[in-house]
T-cell receptor, first 114, second 115 residues
Framework: DQQVKQNSPSLSVQEGRISILNCDYT??????FLWYKKYPAEGPTFLIS?????DKNEDGRFTVFLNKSAKHLSLHIVPSQPGDSAVYFC?????????????FGQGTILTVHP | KAGVTQTPRYLIKTRGQQVTLSCSPI?????VSWYQQTPGQGLQFLFE???????NKGNFPGRFSGRQFSNSRSEMNVSTLELGDSALYLC??????????????FGPGTRLTVT
């Protein structure tokens, strides 16, 4: 049972344009969501997070949107840069003492073309 | 501030052997979580330790175990290795203070190959 899904295995974008990565979840207990960027043979790098009490969080070029009723979140990268090319994972955790347990999606490969 | 460190970075073991991996969290971080990444299953949660106690556990067999020391450093152990245990093992730490951010910061991982 895949509780966090990233339905697009890959996304290709031109430099300077917007990249939109999507993620759906099924577990209504999830209340904290995160996005990570990963290069092969390296650990994931934290990008941005959002709590379920918010519907938007921004950090520089990265914005995460959360739609709780649809159980959907998205990551917007504006403007996209070639250095953003990597695998992007969304992750979720439940509340209480479960914040240390992240459930990850399968990842989306983002390619930004110069 | 130094990041999460993991040792060793690469390891080759034979089926049936056991292995111990080590993780040093970011200074001041109290929670340490372990994950396994494989091409087929993606990133899967193994367990989490907080204040030397296992607080959360994933769906892995009992051959996978861990512990945390008083300085928050953590080790994970895999006994009776199987070929399917070949993976990138990732450790992550978080500050874990109530009402503050719970983001986890990952180390570079240990690449385990079982032959």
């Amino acid at each position: 049972d895949q509780q966090v899904k990233q339905n697009s295995p890959s996304l290709s974008v031109q430099e300077g344009r917007i990249s939109i990565l999507n993620c759906d979840y099924t577990n209504s207990m999830f209340d904290y969501f995160l996005w990570y960027k990963k290069y092969p043979a390296e650990g994931p790098t934290f990008l941005i997070s959002i709590s379920s009490i918010k519907d938007k969080n921004e950090d520089g070029r990265f914005t995460v949107f959360l739609n709780k009723s649809a159980k959907h979140l998205s990551l917007h990268i504006v403007p996209s840069q070639p250095g953003d090319s990597a695998v992007y994972f969304c992750a979720a955790s439940a509340g209480g003492t479960s914040y240390g347990k992240l459930t990850f999606g399968q990842g989306t490969i983002l390619t930004v073309h110069p | 501030k130094a990041g999460v460190t993991q040792t060793p970075r690469y390891l080759i073991k034979t089926r049936g052997q056991q292995v111990t991996l080590s993780c040093s969290p970011i200074s001041g971080h109290r929670s340490v979580s372990w994950y396994q990444q494989t091409p087929g299953q993606g990133l899967q949660f193994l367990f989490e330790y907080f204040s030397e106690t296992q607080r959360n556990k994933g769906n892995f067999p009992g051959r996978f175990s861990g512990r945390q020391f008083s300085n928050s450093r953590s080790e994970m152990n895999v006994s009776t290795l199987e070929l399917g245990d070949s993976a990138l093992y990732l450790c992550a730490s978080s500050l874990d203070l109530r009402r503050l951010a719970y983001e986890q910061y990952f180390g570079p991982g240990t690449r385990l190959t079982v032959t």
